[in-house]
Protein backbone atom coordinates (compact mmCIF):
# COMPACT_ATOMS: atom_id res chain seq x y z
CA UNK A 1 0.00 0.00 0.00
CA UNK A 2 2.94 2.47 1.03
CA UNK A 3 4.68 1.99 -2.53
CA UNK A 4 1.53 2.20 -4.62
CA UNK A 5 0.99 5.52 -2.37
CA UNK A 6 4.60 6.33 -2.79
CA UNK A 7 4.37 5.87 -6.44
CA UNK A 8 0.93 7.72 -7.21
CA UNK A 9 2.16 10.71 -5.35
CA UNK A 10 5.39 10.73 -7.14
CA UNK A 11 3.35 10.60 -10.53
CA UNK A 12 0.93 13.56 -9.19
CA UNK A 13 4.11 15.96 -8.32
CA UNK A 14 6.07 15.33 -11.54
CA UNK A 15 2.78 15.24 -13.90
CA UNK A 16 2.24 18.57 -12.42
CA UNK A 17 5.14 20.02 -12.24
CA UNK A 18 5.83 19.06 -16.07
CA UNK A 19 2.51 20.54 -17.21
CA UNK A 20 2.85 23.96 -15.80
CA UNK A 21 6.84 23.99 -17.04
CA UNK A 22 5.83 23.17 -20.53
CA UNK A 23 2.24 25.30 -20.28
CA UNK A 24 4.55 28.10 -19.92
CA UNK A 25 6.43 27.62 -23.02
CA UNK A 26 3.03 26.63 -24.61
CA UNK A 27 1.51 30.04 -23.67
CA UNK A 28 3.56 32.44 -24.84
CA UNK A 29 4.42 30.35 -28.04
CA UNK A 30 0.89 30.95 -28.71
CA UNK A 31 0.97 34.46 -27.31
CA UNK A 32 4.15 35.74 -29.83
CA UNK A 33 2.80 33.72 -33.09
CA UNK A 34 4.48 30.57 -32.94
CA UNK A 35 3.03 27.66 -34.25
CA UNK A 36 2.92 24.70 -31.91
CA UNK A 37 2.59 21.10 -33.39
CA UNK A 38 2.64 19.17 -29.86
CA UNK A 39 2.22 19.35 -26.48
CA UNK A 40 3.77 16.32 -24.44
CA UNK A 41 3.02 15.40 -20.69
CA UNK A 42 5.38 12.89 -20.30
CA UNK A 43 8.45 11.36 -23.23
CA UNK A 44 8.39 7.97 -25.60
CA UNK A 45 5.27 6.61 -27.02
CA UNK A 46 2.09 8.43 -26.47
CA UNK A 47 -0.24 6.68 -24.41
CA UNK A 48 -3.03 8.98 -25.05
CA UNK A 49 -3.81 11.97 -27.71
CA UNK A 50 -6.23 14.11 -28.85
CA UNK A 51 -5.90 17.53 -31.51
CA UNK A 52 -7.90 20.34 -30.08
CA UNK A 53 -7.80 24.00 -31.39
CA UNK A 54 -7.45 25.98 -34.93
CA UNK A 55 -4.02 24.95 -35.32
CA UNK A 56 -4.88 21.23 -34.54
CA UNK A 57 -2.48 21.25 -31.73
CA UNK A 58 -1.78 17.51 -30.74
CA UNK A 59 -1.82 16.82 -26.72
CA UNK A 60 -0.40 13.95 -25.04
CA UNK A 61 0.25 11.59 -22.23
CA UNK A 62 3.60 9.66 -23.19
CA UNK A 63 4.57 6.22 -21.07
CA UNK A 64 7.49 7.72 -19.47
CA UNK A 65 6.47 10.41 -16.74
CA UNK A 66 10.03 12.00 -16.21
CA UNK A 67 9.27 14.68 -18.42
CA UNK A 68 7.72 16.83 -21.64
CA UNK A 69 8.18 18.90 -24.26
CA UNK A 70 6.31 21.09 -26.50
CA UNK A 71 7.29 20.96 -30.58
CA UNK A 72 7.13 24.31 -32.23
CA UNK A 73 6.87 24.91 -35.86
CA UNK A 74 10.96 24.71 -36.26
CA UNK A 75 12.67 24.67 -39.89
CA UNK A 76 15.49 22.82 -38.40
CA UNK A 77 13.11 19.89 -37.27
CA UNK A 78 11.04 20.34 -40.29
CA UNK A 79 11.38 20.24 -44.06
CA UNK A 80 11.33 24.01 -45.10
CA UNK A 81 10.02 23.25 -48.33
CA UNK A 82 6.77 21.88 -46.95
CA UNK A 83 6.04 24.62 -44.64
CA UNK A 84 3.21 26.82 -45.95
CA UNK A 85 3.84 30.55 -46.54
CA UNK A 86 1.88 31.66 -44.50
CA UNK A 87 3.31 29.25 -41.97
CA UNK A 88 6.56 30.20 -42.12
CA UNK A 89 5.80 33.65 -40.57
CA UNK A 90 4.88 31.40 -37.42
CA UNK A 91 7.88 29.50 -37.44
CA UNK A 92 10.21 29.78 -34.24
CA UNK A 93 13.41 30.63 -35.42
CA UNK A 94 12.16 33.45 -37.76
CA UNK A 95 11.24 34.98 -34.70
CA UNK A 96 12.93 37.83 -32.82
CA UNK A 97 15.83 37.21 -30.40
CA UNK A 98 13.64 38.88 -27.49
CA UNK A 99 10.68 36.44 -28.08
CA UNK A 100 12.73 33.31 -28.62
CA UNK A 101 14.51 34.01 -24.95
CA UNK A 102 10.98 35.15 -23.66
CA UNK A 103 9.27 31.38 -25.08
CA UNK A 104 12.26 29.69 -23.55
CA UNK A 105 11.96 31.12 -19.81
CA UNK A 106 8.81 30.58 -19.52
CA UNK A 107 8.88 27.59 -18.42
CA UNK A 108 11.01 27.78 -16.11
CA UNK A 109 8.89 31.32 -15.18
CA UNK A 110 5.97 29.11 -14.72
CA UNK A 111 7.70 27.08 -12.18
CA UNK A 112 8.50 29.71 -10.24
CA UNK A 113 4.93 31.13 -9.88
CA UNK A 114 3.21 27.66 -8.78
CA UNK A 115 5.39 27.84 -5.80
CA UNK A 116 4.74 31.61 -5.07
CA UNK A 117 0.86 30.38 -5.66
CA UNK A 118 1.43 27.15 -3.63
CA UNK A 119 3.20 29.40 -0.42
CA UNK A 120 0.78 32.02 -0.60
CA UNK A 121 -1.79 29.55 -0.46
CA UNK A 122 -0.35 28.07 2.42
CA UNK A 123 0.13 31.08 5.07
CA UNK A 124 -3.42 32.40 3.67
CA UNK A 125 -5.25 29.06 4.95
CA UNK A 126 -2.50 28.85 7.78
CA UNK A 127 0.80 26.31 8.43
CA UNK A 128 0.92 24.37 12.11
CA UNK A 129 4.75 24.52 12.70
CA UNK A 130 6.43 23.18 15.09
CA UNK A 131 7.73 25.97 17.86
CA UNK A 132 11.17 27.44 18.01
CA UNK A 133 11.81 25.69 21.17
CA UNK A 134 15.22 23.86 20.98
CA UNK A 135 16.24 20.29 22.53
CA UNK A 136 20.51 21.17 22.83
CA UNK A 137 23.19 18.80 23.02
CA UNK A 138 25.62 18.30 25.60
CA UNK A 139 28.62 19.24 24.48
CA UNK A 140 27.58 20.71 21.35
CA UNK A 141 28.20 24.31 19.70
CA UNK A 142 25.03 25.60 20.75
CA UNK A 143 25.68 24.57 23.94
CA UNK A 144 28.71 26.41 24.37
CA UNK A 145 27.33 29.73 22.57
CA UNK A 146 24.91 29.67 25.67
CA UNK A 147 21.67 27.43 24.43
CA UNK A 148 19.54 25.30 26.76
CA UNK A 149 17.49 22.59 25.97
CA UNK A 150 13.98 24.49 26.67
CA UNK A 151 14.94 27.70 25.51
CA UNK A 152 12.55 29.16 22.80
CA UNK A 153 14.72 31.46 20.25
CA UNK A 154 12.72 34.50 19.26
CA UNK A 155 14.76 36.23 16.66
CA UNK A 156 18.02 35.77 14.49
CA UNK A 157 19.71 38.68 13.59
CA UNK A 158 16.91 41.00 14.48
CA UNK A 159 14.04 38.63 12.49
CA UNK A 160 11.25 37.59 14.40
CA UNK A 161 11.16 33.86 14.82
CA UNK A 162 8.07 31.92 15.54
CA UNK A 163 8.60 28.79 14.58
CA UNK A 164 11.27 25.91 13.90
CA UNK A 165 11.34 26.24 10.13
CA UNK A 166 12.05 29.98 10.56
CA UNK A 167 14.75 29.58 12.75
CA UNK A 168 16.29 26.02 10.80
CA UNK A 169 16.28 28.17 7.88
CA UNK A 170 17.73 31.21 8.70
CA UNK A 171 20.34 29.00 10.17
CA UNK A 172 20.93 27.25 7.03
CA UNK A 173 21.10 30.63 4.95
CA UNK A 174 23.94 32.23 7.74
CA UNK A 175 26.03 28.71 7.44
CA UNK A 176 25.75 29.04 3.42
CA UNK A 177 27.11 32.63 3.85
CA UNK A 178 29.80 32.22 6.68
CA UNK A 179 28.00 34.83 8.58
CA UNK A 180 28.08 35.30 12.82
CA UNK A 181 24.52 35.40 13.96
CA UNK A 182 23.30 36.88 16.71
CA UNK A 183 20.01 34.40 18.62
CA UNK A 184 17.86 36.21 20.61
CA UNK A 185 15.78 33.84 22.80
CA UNK A 186 13.81 33.13 26.45
CA UNK A 187 14.71 30.76 29.26
CA UNK A 188 11.99 29.73 31.45
CA UNK A 189 12.59 29.20 35.09
CA UNK A 190 10.57 30.15 38.36
CA UNK A 191 13.08 32.54 39.52
CA UNK A 192 13.07 34.34 36.02
CA UNK A 193 10.17 33.53 33.46
CA UNK A 194 10.28 35.22 30.39
CA UNK A 195 14.22 35.48 30.84
CA UNK A 196 15.55 36.94 27.42
CA UNK A 197 19.32 35.99 26.50
CA UNK A 198 21.36 36.31 23.46
CA UNK A 199 23.41 33.37 21.72
CA UNK A 200 26.47 33.98 19.24
CA UNK A 201 27.30 31.32 16.64
CA UNK A 202 29.83 31.94 14.33
CA UNK A 203 29.67 29.77 10.92
CA UNK A 204 32.88 30.99 9.77
CA UNK A 205 34.66 27.70 9.80
CA UNK A 206 31.12 25.51 9.92
CA UNK A 207 31.11 23.28 7.22
CA UNK A 208 28.67 24.91 4.68
CA UNK A 209 27.55 22.01 2.14
CA UNK A 210 26.16 20.14 4.92
CA UNK A 211 22.40 19.05 3.77
CA UNK A 212 20.35 21.15 6.68
CA UNK A 213 19.59 18.44 8.71
CA UNK A 214 23.51 17.47 9.08
CA UNK A 215 23.98 21.53 9.73
CA UNK A 216 21.40 21.39 12.68
CA UNK A 217 22.98 18.37 14.40
CA UNK A 218 26.63 19.66 13.81
CA UNK A 219 25.23 22.75 15.95
CA UNK A 220 23.68 20.25 18.26
CA UNK A 221 19.71 21.80 17.58
CA UNK A 222 16.50 19.26 17.50
CA UNK A 223 13.55 20.71 17.88
CA UNK A 224 11.86 20.47 21.48
CA UNK A 225 9.90 17.17 22.23
CA UNK A 226 7.08 17.80 24.12
CA UNK A 227 6.62 15.46 26.99
CA UNK A 228 4.82 12.08 26.45
CA UNK A 229 0.84 13.27 27.59
CA UNK A 230 -2.09 11.47 26.05
CA UNK A 231 -4.61 13.37 24.32
CA UNK A 232 -7.50 11.87 22.49
CA UNK A 233 -8.12 8.29 23.55
CA UNK A 234 -10.03 6.18 21.07
CA UNK A 235 -12.85 4.18 22.13
CA UNK A 236 -12.34 -0.13 22.17
CA UNK A 237 -8.72 0.58 21.58
CA UNK A 238 -5.84 -0.75 23.59
CA UNK A 239 -5.67 2.64 25.90
CA UNK A 240 -9.58 2.78 26.55
CA UNK A 241 -9.07 -0.82 27.86
CA UNK A 242 -6.45 -0.12 30.16
CA UNK A 243 -8.05 1.90 31.73
CA UNK A 244 -5.71 5.67 30.11
CA UNK A 245 -7.19 8.26 29.95
CA UNK A 246 -6.88 12.26 28.07
CA UNK A 247 -3.78 14.07 30.33
CA UNK A 248 -2.16 11.28 31.81
CA UNK A 249 1.74 11.50 31.14
CA UNK A 250 3.68 8.66 30.80
CA UNK A 251 6.84 8.36 32.12
CA UNK A 252 8.12 4.47 30.95
CA UNK A 253 7.43 1.79 29.72
CA UNK A 254 8.59 -1.49 31.01
CA UNK A 255 10.66 0.55 32.97
CA UNK A 256 12.33 1.68 29.86
CA UNK A 257 12.28 6.05 30.42
CA UNK A 258 9.72 7.83 27.99
CA UNK A 259 11.16 11.34 28.86
CA UNK A 260 9.05 12.45 25.52
CA UNK A 261 6.64 11.53 23.26
CA UNK A 262 8.68 10.70 20.64
CA UNK A 263 10.03 7.92 22.86
CA UNK A 264 6.69 6.74 24.02
CA UNK A 265 5.69 6.03 20.66
CA UNK A 266 8.68 4.22 19.80
CA UNK A 267 8.63 2.17 23.14
CA UNK A 268 4.72 1.22 21.98
CA UNK A 269 5.48 0.71 18.30
CA UNK A 270 8.52 -2.08 19.88
CA UNK A 271 6.00 -4.13 21.33
CA UNK A 272 3.19 -5.44 18.95
CA UNK A 273 1.09 -8.06 20.64
CA UNK A 274 3.09 -7.38 23.82
CA UNK A 275 1.31 -6.88 27.58
CA UNK A 276 4.13 -4.21 28.75
CA UNK A 277 3.48 -2.13 32.27
CA UNK A 278 3.02 1.78 31.75
CA UNK A 279 4.22 3.93 34.42
CA UNK A 280 2.32 7.66 34.28
CA UNK A 281 1.15 10.58 36.16
CA UNK A 282 -2.60 11.63 36.61
CA UNK A 283 -3.27 14.42 38.63
CA UNK A 284 -0.23 14.60 40.40
CA UNK A 285 -0.76 10.37 41.38
CA UNK A 286 1.80 7.64 39.87
CA UNK A 287 0.06 4.63 38.37
CA UNK A 288 1.35 1.92 37.02
CA UNK A 289 -1.07 -0.11 34.24
CA UNK A 290 -0.75 -2.85 32.11
CA UNK A 291 -1.89 -2.26 27.87
CA UNK A 292 -1.52 -4.75 25.13
CA UNK A 293 -0.49 -2.83 21.89
CA UNK A 294 -2.29 -3.47 19.03
CA UNK A 295 -0.77 -5.28 16.24
CA UNK A 296 -0.41 -3.62 13.13
CA UNK A 297 1.64 -3.99 9.68
CA UNK A 298 3.78 -1.02 8.09
CA UNK A 299 5.37 -2.53 5.28
CA UNK A 300 7.16 -5.20 5.69
CA UNK A 301 6.77 -4.82 9.29
CA UNK A 302 4.46 -5.28 12.71
CA UNK A 303 4.46 -2.13 14.86
CA UNK A 304 2.48 -1.82 18.72
CA UNK A 305 -0.51 0.98 18.58
CA UNK A 306 -2.56 1.53 21.57
CA UNK A 307 -5.30 3.65 19.84
CA UNK A 308 -4.27 6.95 21.72
CA UNK A 309 -3.41 10.24 20.03
CA UNK A 310 -0.26 12.54 21.75
CA UNK A 311 -1.48 15.78 23.02
CA UNK A 312 0.37 18.34 21.14
CA UNK A 313 -0.49 21.38 21.81
CA UNK A 314 1.71 22.91 23.10
CA UNK A 315 4.49 21.90 20.52
CA UNK A 316 2.82 23.28 17.62
CA UNK A 317 1.97 27.01 16.25
CA UNK A 318 0.11 27.89 13.20
CA UNK A 319 1.59 30.73 11.51
CA UNK A 320 -1.15 32.45 8.99
CA UNK A 321 -0.92 36.26 7.06
CA UNK A 322 -3.08 38.13 5.01
CA UNK A 323 -2.88 38.34 1.50
CA UNK A 324 -0.67 40.55 0.34
CA UNK A 325 1.84 39.81 3.48
CA UNK A 326 1.20 35.70 2.07
CA UNK A 327 2.22 36.72 -1.29
CA UNK A 328 5.42 38.53 -0.36
CA UNK A 329 6.15 36.54 1.87
CA UNK A 330 5.93 33.46 -0.43
CA UNK A 331 7.98 35.46 -3.03
CA UNK A 332 10.61 36.40 -0.94
CA UNK A 333 10.66 31.83 -0.03
CA UNK A 334 11.02 31.25 -3.45
CA UNK A 335 13.81 33.78 -4.52
CA UNK A 336 15.78 32.73 -0.93
CA UNK A 337 15.62 29.27 -1.87
CA UNK A 338 16.22 29.81 -5.65
CA UNK A 339 19.55 31.57 -4.13
CA UNK A 340 20.60 29.13 -1.56
CA UNK A 341 20.23 26.17 -4.59
CA UNK A 342 22.18 28.25 -6.72
CA UNK A 343 25.46 29.08 -3.75
CA UNK A 344 25.00 24.84 -2.98
CA UNK A 345 25.63 24.67 -6.77
CA UNK A 346 28.51 26.94 -6.55
CA UNK A 347 29.73 25.41 -3.65
CA UNK A 348 29.63 22.05 -5.00
CA UNK A 349 32.02 23.13 -8.15
CA UNK A 350 34.68 24.31 -5.96
CA UNK A 351 34.23 21.45 -3.48
CA UNK A 352 33.02 22.89 -0.62
CA UNK A 353 29.75 21.35 -0.79
CA UNK A 354 29.16 17.60 -1.34
CA UNK A 355 28.30 15.94 -4.13
CA UNK A 356 25.38 13.97 -2.39
CA UNK A 357 23.49 16.84 -2.04
CA UNK A 358 21.97 15.47 -5.32
CA UNK A 359 19.22 13.85 -5.28
CA UNK A 360 17.32 11.92 -8.17
CA UNK A 361 14.23 10.99 -9.16
CA UNK A 362 13.56 8.06 -6.70
CA UNK A 363 14.23 10.27 -3.47
CA UNK A 364 11.85 12.76 -4.79
CA UNK A 365 9.46 9.60 -5.23
CA UNK A 366 10.62 8.71 -1.82
CA UNK A 367 9.77 12.36 0.04
CA UNK A 368 6.29 12.32 -2.07
CA UNK A 369 5.15 9.88 -0.77
CA UNK A 370 6.43 10.19 2.78
CA UNK A 371 4.79 13.64 2.82
CA UNK A 372 1.58 12.66 1.04
CA UNK A 373 1.06 10.25 3.77
CA UNK A 374 1.98 12.84 6.23
CA UNK A 375 -0.50 15.43 5.11
CA UNK A 376 -1.79 17.89 2.29
CA UNK A 377 0.20 20.89 3.69
CA UNK A 378 3.56 18.94 3.62
CA UNK A 379 2.55 17.31 0.17
CA UNK A 380 2.24 20.59 -1.07
CA UNK A 381 4.95 22.49 0.26
CA UNK A 382 7.40 19.48 -1.09
CA UNK A 383 5.94 19.96 -4.35
CA UNK A 384 6.07 23.92 -4.03
CA UNK A 385 10.45 23.33 -3.20
CA UNK A 386 10.71 20.81 -6.09
CA UNK A 387 8.73 23.28 -8.85
CA UNK A 388 11.82 25.50 -7.49
CA UNK A 389 14.22 23.13 -8.04
CA UNK A 390 13.19 22.09 -11.28
CA UNK A 391 12.86 25.84 -12.18
CA UNK A 392 16.52 26.52 -11.41
CA UNK A 393 17.87 23.59 -12.91
CA UNK A 394 16.43 24.18 -15.83
CA UNK A 395 18.02 27.70 -15.81
CA UNK A 396 21.38 26.63 -15.52
CA UNK A 397 23.69 27.42 -19.17
CA UNK A 398 23.88 23.63 -20.08
CA UNK A 399 23.24 23.35 -23.85
CA UNK A 400 19.79 21.05 -24.22
CA UNK A 401 18.21 22.78 -20.96
CA UNK A 402 16.52 26.12 -20.94
CA UNK A 403 19.49 27.92 -19.70
CA UNK A 404 21.58 26.64 -22.34
CA UNK A 405 18.89 27.95 -25.20
CA UNK A 406 19.00 31.32 -23.24
CA UNK A 407 22.57 31.83 -23.41
CA UNK A 408 22.97 31.12 -27.03
CA UNK A 409 20.46 33.77 -27.58
CA UNK A 410 22.46 36.17 -25.21
CA UNK A 411 25.39 35.44 -27.57
CA UNK A 412 23.04 36.15 -30.36
CA UNK A 413 22.22 39.80 -28.81
CA UNK A 414 25.39 40.86 -28.47
CA UNK A 415 26.90 39.42 -31.87
CA UNK A 416 24.11 40.63 -33.83
CA UNK A 417 24.06 36.59 -35.45
CA UNK A 418 22.80 33.18 -34.57
CA UNK A 419 25.55 30.76 -33.20
CA UNK A 420 26.88 28.72 -35.87
CA UNK A 421 24.52 25.37 -36.72
CA UNK A 422 27.83 23.41 -35.94
CA UNK A 423 28.86 24.72 -33.01
CA UNK A 424 25.72 24.52 -31.42
CA UNK A 425 25.59 20.87 -32.65
CA UNK A 426 28.92 20.19 -30.35
CA UNK A 427 27.61 22.09 -27.32
CA UNK A 428 23.85 20.26 -27.64
CA UNK A 429 26.59 17.02 -27.54
CA UNK A 430 28.74 18.16 -24.37
CA UNK A 431 25.13 19.55 -22.79
CA UNK A 432 23.44 16.06 -22.72
CA UNK A 433 26.98 14.46 -21.73
CA UNK A 434 27.00 16.75 -18.57
CA UNK A 435 23.34 15.96 -17.90
CA UNK A 436 24.01 12.12 -18.12
CA UNK A 437 27.00 12.76 -15.68
CA UNK A 438 24.59 14.68 -13.04
CA UNK A 439 21.75 12.30 -13.47
CA UNK A 440 24.62 8.86 -12.87
CA UNK A 441 25.37 11.11 -9.32
CA UNK A 442 21.97 11.73 -8.34
CA UNK A 443 20.71 8.09 -9.16
CA UNK A 444 23.41 6.75 -6.92
CA UNK A 445 23.06 9.39 -4.03
CA UNK A 446 19.43 7.93 -4.37
CA UNK A 447 20.22 4.27 -3.94
CA UNK A 448 22.68 5.30 -1.35
CA UNK A 449 20.39 6.69 0.55
CA UNK A 450 17.81 4.29 0.16
CA UNK A 451 19.49 1.17 0.99
CA UNK A 452 22.32 2.33 3.56
Request: a neutral charge; glycine letters at 10%.
Amino acid sequence: MELLQTVLAFIVVIGVLVTIHEFGHYLVARWCGVKVLKFSVGLGRPIWSRRFGPDQTEWAISMVPLGGYVKMLDARADDADVISEADLAREFTRQSVWKRIAIVAAGPLANFLLAIAIFSGLYLHGVPEAISTVSVQAGSLAERAGLRSGDTVIAINSDPITAWSEMRWRLLQAALRGERVEMKFTRQSAATPNDTQLAMIDFRGVAAGEPDQELMSHLGLQPWRPPARLGEIIAGGPASKAGLQPGDTMLSVDGQPAPDALAFIELVQAAPGQTVVLELMRHGERLSLAVTPAVERVGDRSVGRIMAQMDLSGATVIVSSGLAESVGKATKKVWDTSTMTLSMLGKMLTGEASLKNITGPLTIADYAGQTARIGLISFLSFMAFISISLGVMNLLPIPVLDGGHLLYYSLELFSGRPLPERVGQIAQRAGLGILVALMTVALFNDIVRLVW
